[in-house]
């Protein structure tokens, strides 16, 4: 009878252990144990290259310059290539004086007979809108160049005042042509003087900007592959 009670019984677990089973795993459900929370050490250098990459995410000022070279090329086409070649058709086919060189009292007095009252208030139209707006354009094109292009110091200085006495010249070229055909010729070798001035100062700004241009690009490239070679930088 004995032996029955115990064969239906069947082995019964320690209390004990089966309370070490639970504490087992309730010990394995605890998270591990963690160190102390290092926080990643901030560098300049990384900053600095957390902000450039920002800003040319943004935009950059790059895009203004390209803007104002392409109104800039545009108001000389407009003036140059499209509405003074026109003004000859009013003229007998003489050529205004703003695409010549240089000329005398003699050609702008053939000129002011060619040209009726008509012809001179349509050049005198031009002169004071696309005439003044393309030395604008040019002053603000230069400096914006220049402000992107050269660190500050007489580069810059000195792109600035090129820019603003071509304005300065050319606007006051267009006033000395109006006098000048006005007065019947009077006057022609000062705006002759402008105007080869104007054409002068305009070739030279151009190449100047391009210039700008150049060595901006190739100082870009520079600093690009040296950012590659010191390894801050992936290459594209």
């Known amino acids: ?22 504490q087992t795993t309730g010990q394995d459900k605890r998270p591990a144990d963690v160190g102390p929370v ?50 000859s058709a009013l003229s007998g086919g003489l050529p205004m ?38 030395p604008l354009f040019v002053f603000l094109c230069v400096s914006a160049v220049a402000a992107w292009c050269l660190p500050r110091g007489w580069g810059r200085w000195l792109s600035y005042t090129a820019g603003a006495v071509f304005a300065v010249v050319d606007i006051a070229e267009n006033m000395l042509i109006e006098s000048a055909l006005d007065a019947g010729g009077a006057g022609a070798g000062l705006a002759s003087v402008f105007t080869s001035a104007r054409w002068v100062l305009l070739v030279a ?12 690009a190739r100082r870009s490239v520079t600093e690009r592959k040296a950012q590659i070679a010191a390894g801050s930088l992936k290459p594209r």
């Not at 009252?117 to 809108?129: D, F, I, P, R, Y």
């Open 38 to 87: 290092r926080h990643p050490g901030v560098s300049v250098h990384q900053v600095r290259q957390d902000l450039r990459a920002s800003g040319q995410q943004q935009g950059s000022p790059g895009m203004l310059v390209i803007a104002l070279i392409g109104a800039t090329l545009f108001m000389f086409f407009y003036l140059h290539i499209m509405v003074l070649p026109q003004m």
């Open 1 to 22: 009878m004995s032996q029955k009670k115990k064969q239906k019984k069947g082995p019964v677990g320690h209390p004990a252990r089966a309370g070490s089973q639970r």
């Open 97 to 134: 004086p703003d695409h010549r060189f240089t000329y005398d009292a003699a050609e702008l007095a053939q000129l002011d007979g060619a040209m009726n009252e008509a012809a001179h208030g349509q050049l005198n139209w031009v002169h004071k809108t696309a005439g003044v707006i393309f």
């Open 205 to 216: 700004i151009a190449l100047w900007v391009v210039l700008m241009l150049l060595g901006k």
